[in-house]
């Protein structure tokens, strides 16, 4: 028996996609490769460094340990949906104006980590911070620049009130 | 990394999945959140023909109290079950566990009956289960059945699972009132998972006389396991901190402990020592 390939429907950054994959389809290959969002980065592959974090229905997840075909249907935001240069999103602005990044490889996958947190957490302790960060793998290290920048986005964030992300369903 | 070509099925009930895995004979393996399952089909550590995908079956979902226990629905994620107001005020000991399992995003993804279902020697849930003298639920060809955690896990990976069967719920018993519980854990700094964990319920009655004991370790060897010479060292007698401390000494008898490119067999035995010793020490004396 052939295996069959499956639509993989979803709403990414607020536009309905589809893609025709094979079910053994890692989500961070659909989005990357069939979606061609390749803002989220694949760092380890093997689950740790968090490179490939994205919101699934409002979740921060580490994409390369998803199925596509598991994430049919849902709301899924990148590092693309976040904001851009001209309207960046708190958590974007933060680690601008914190240096929250170097090389920038993991910054993708650290921002929306940490847009994760500030969902379930809006005001985050420093030691917080830190547990909150325990999925991602910074491999320049900076990760006191990165603590000062969450903090500076959380204080962004409950000043204005920003909606965040993957709020909507 | 790729996995191997599988097969791919939704189901929305218990009965399809049962149905589903008679239909693929064998060849067919549950996902649930995919997170021990998926890095072992990336590596082609294990390669079904087919998956079949539980995760939105709405009736494997939940907390609630059922009498003197309460009952956890097999896709409740970590997350969930650290944050449940009923987990949080009946068996506490399970939220603090939960709360230390891999990271955020794991936490998000990674549910409860997978975690027991799929019975890593390295899982911190384990050792919970057995001091909360946890009871499996499970659906198979012939109806529900349940099995208690220390008959389901059997080895590193090796569950009494009936073929065709889904892992339903699992029960917790709440602890007596006048019970304390502590999990604690030393993690792998990379992989998060416990080195060692050590799960305690225990209390004490009339004359500091230790009343109410149950003590259980995961991750040094094969299968987690309840320190029953530390149990039995320690019920009916009096309470003291060289009571505790001898009791400690006998952790790692039940065991055997794993050598390995992590930690040896010595520095294993005495992590259950140490460990054991810190957990009752905190049981007994922290408020
Ligand atoms: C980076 C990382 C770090 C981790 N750290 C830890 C840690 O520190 N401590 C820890 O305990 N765990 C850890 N885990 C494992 C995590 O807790 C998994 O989520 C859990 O072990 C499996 O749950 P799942 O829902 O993801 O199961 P899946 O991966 O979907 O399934 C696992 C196995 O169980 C079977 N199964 C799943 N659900 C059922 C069911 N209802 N009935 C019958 N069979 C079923 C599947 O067929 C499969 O064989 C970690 C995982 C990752 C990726
Ligand atoms: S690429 Fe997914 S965790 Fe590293
Ligand atoms: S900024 Fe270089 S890896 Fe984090």
């Given amino acids: ?169 | 990394m790729i996995p191997s070509k599988f097969d791919y099925v939704r189901v929305n009930s218990i009965d399809e999945a049962i149905q589903q895995l008679k239909q693929f004979n064998g060849e067919g393996m549950l996902i649930a959140g995919g997170h021990s399952l998926v890095p072992l089909l990336k590596f082609r550590l294990s390669e079904p023909g087919a998956l079949i995908d539980i995760s939105r079956i709405s009736e494997l979902k939940g907390v609630r109290k059922e009498g003197d226990r309460i009952v956890i629905g097999a896709l409740t994620t970590h997350f969930q079950i650290a944050n449940d107001p009923i987990v949080k005020e009946y068996i506490p000991v399970l939220s603090e566990t939960v709360r230390q399992i891999g990271d955020l995003q794991v936490r998000n993804r990674g549910t409860i009956g997978g975690n027991i279902a799929h019975a890593d020697p390295a899982a911190d849930l384990p050792a919970a289960a057995f001091v909360l003298d946890a009871e499996i639920a499970i659906h198979g060809e012939d109806g529900p059945e349940t099995m208690n955690i220390d008959s389901f896990i059997v080895g590193p990976l090796i569950t009494m699972l009936p073929e065709n069967s889904v892992l339903t719920s699992i029960s917790f018993a709440i602890p007596p009132a006048h019970t304390n519980a502590e999990y604690l854990k030393f993690s792998h700094p990379a992989s998060g998972y416990p080195v060692i964990g050590v799960a305690v319920v225990a209390g004490v009655g009339e004359n500091d006389v230790i009343d109410y004991i149950r003590i259980a370790i995961t991750g040094v060897g094969n299968v987690a396991y309840r320190a029953t010479s530390v149990e039995e060292k320690l019920l009916g007698q009096t309470l003291s901190q060289t009571l505790l401390k001898e009791a400690a000494q006998l952790a790692a008898e039940e065991g055997d402990m794993a050598s390995d490119l992590f930690t040896s067999e010595d520095y294993r035995r005495n992590l259950c020592k140490v460990y054991t010793e810190r957990a009752l020490k905190s049981v007994f004396y922290s408020n």
């Fill in chain 1, 1 to 169: 028996m052939a295996i069959e390939n499956v639509n993989v429907k979803v709403k990414i950054n607020g536009k309905e996609r589809c893609a025709k994959v094979e079910p053994r389809t890692l989500l961070t290959h659909y989005i990357r490769d069939d979606l061609g969002l390749t803002g989220t980065h694949i760092g380890c592959d093997t689950s740790q460094c968090g490179a490939c974090s994205v919101m699934v229905d409002g979740e921060v997840v580490k994409s390369c340990t998803v199925l596509a075909v598991q994430a049919d249907g849902s709301e899924i935001t990148t590092v693309e949906g976040l904001g851009d240069v001209n309207n960046l999103h708190p958590i974007q602005q933060g680690f601008w104006e914190k240096h929250g990044l170097q090389c920038g490889y993991c910054t993708p996958g650290v921002m929306m980590a940490m847009v994760g947190l500030l969902k379930q957490n809006p005001d985050p302790s420093d030691e917080e911070i830190r547990e909150g960060l325990e999925g991602v793998i910074c491999r320049c290290t900076g990760y006191q620049f990165i603590v000062e920048a969450v903090k500076h986005a959380a204080q962004i964030m409950r000043e204005s009130e920003v909606q965040l992300v993957g709020e909507e369903r």
